[in-house]
């Protein structure tokens, strides 16, 4: 049971508040960082067990949860996503927010010191991609199997995509990744021009709104061609519902079977798994953009990208492998 102690500043009552206002507060937060949000006061409770929770927290509350976070091994960055959650309900509510203390601005602080703070993630580049599908038959053994991963490495690389944007990570998000009845190939005059991909849900964004990606061919290099290879891969596979990602069977394609394939495909190659995950398709693409020239503006719209984050992303250096 949470509370609210009245002793401390005066908490702004949603009664008092009109339609119109409680609308555009409902709207400041996007659907996927309230559940977020959800989640961590529910860790939050289940930290703090049979104590009572009232609000404000108190400093040492906020100050053994981080504790509690970091011993179970959470990212600084997602130590202070969970803060953050803690933070907006008492600024909502127009109360003291413990998590502006000093004190608890220091244990983050030591969170990001005892935590080495490189990403240790690189990017799979073009040059890398290429040996990748060249050696998919010497590592995969069945063939569909070789057009799935290859269509997947090919279509996360040239889109920008989080592997979880194309294939499943838990049951719950089955209908958030890319859509067979989203995928429309473009005809001009009878030749195959490009297909558009219309992604409905991926992280930041704040209208709700799909986007549409669109890839087109590439004649000068056929073995990696995203738009060839999806259109063999269709009508390969040819469900017409549900994940894009599916095996002949019809089961959803899960992350974890892609990550495995990935790790010896990358190991068979010479380099090392531990520094190539799913994310190194959206780095490298970042990167090669970066190399050809694009603008930061333009790799950040290409990649839906809403700040400066891209720039992490971007390994210039690494071009050359």
């Not at 404000?56 to 202070?80: D, H, M, R, S």
């Amino acid at each position: 049971m949470v509370g609210t102690k009245s002793n401390t500043c005066s908490p702004t009552f949603v009664g008092d508040l009109t339609d119109e206002a409680k609308h555009l507060i409902n709207s400041a937060l996007t659907p996927s960082t309230k559940a977020s949000y959800q989640k961590t006061w529910q860790k939050l409770i289940e930290f703090l067990g049979h104590q009572q929770i009232s609000l404000p927290l108190q400093l040492a509350q906020v100050a053994n949860f981080i504790g509690n976070l970091f011993t179970k091994g959470l990212k600084p960055a997602t130590i202070a996503s969970h803060i953050s959650a803690l933070s907006y309900v008492h600024k909502m509510l127009n109360i003291q927010d413990p998590t502006a203390l000093f004190i608890i601005r220091k244990a983050l602080k030591g969170c990001e010191n005892l935590t080495p703070s490189a990403d240790a993630r690189l990017p799979i580049t073009k040059a890398i991609l290429d040996k990748m599908i060249i050696n998919l038959p010497s590592v995969v053994r069945l063939h569909v199997h070789q057009l799935l991963l290859k269509t997947i490495f090919l279509v996360a690389f040239n889109g920008f995509f989080r592997l979880g944007e194309l294939v499943v990570r838990s049951k719950q998000s089955i209908g958030r990744v890319l859509q067979r009845q989203d995928i429309l190939f473009t005809w001009e005059k009878g030749i195959l021009k490009g297909v558009e991909l219309t992604l409905r849900f991926f992280k930041n964004n704040k209208t709700n709104k799909p986007v549409t990606i669109f890839l087109s061919a590439l004649p000068s290099s056929p073995r990696i061609c995203p738009m060839n290879t999806l259109y063999a891969f269709v009508n390969t596979f040819k469900h017409n519902t549900g994940p894009l990602f599916q095996h002949t069977n019809g089961q959803y394609v899960s992350a974890h079977f892609v990550a495995e394939q990935m790790k010896k495909l990358i190991t068979f190659i010479g380099l090392n798994p531990t520094q190539y995950k799913g994310h190194s398709f959206r780095i490298g693409a970042a990167t090669n953009a970066a190399s050809l020239g694009y603008s930061e503006q333009l790799i950040q719209k290409l990649g839906r990208w809403n700040s400066n984050a891209l720039q992490r992303y971007i390994r210039i250096e690494s071009i050359r492998m």
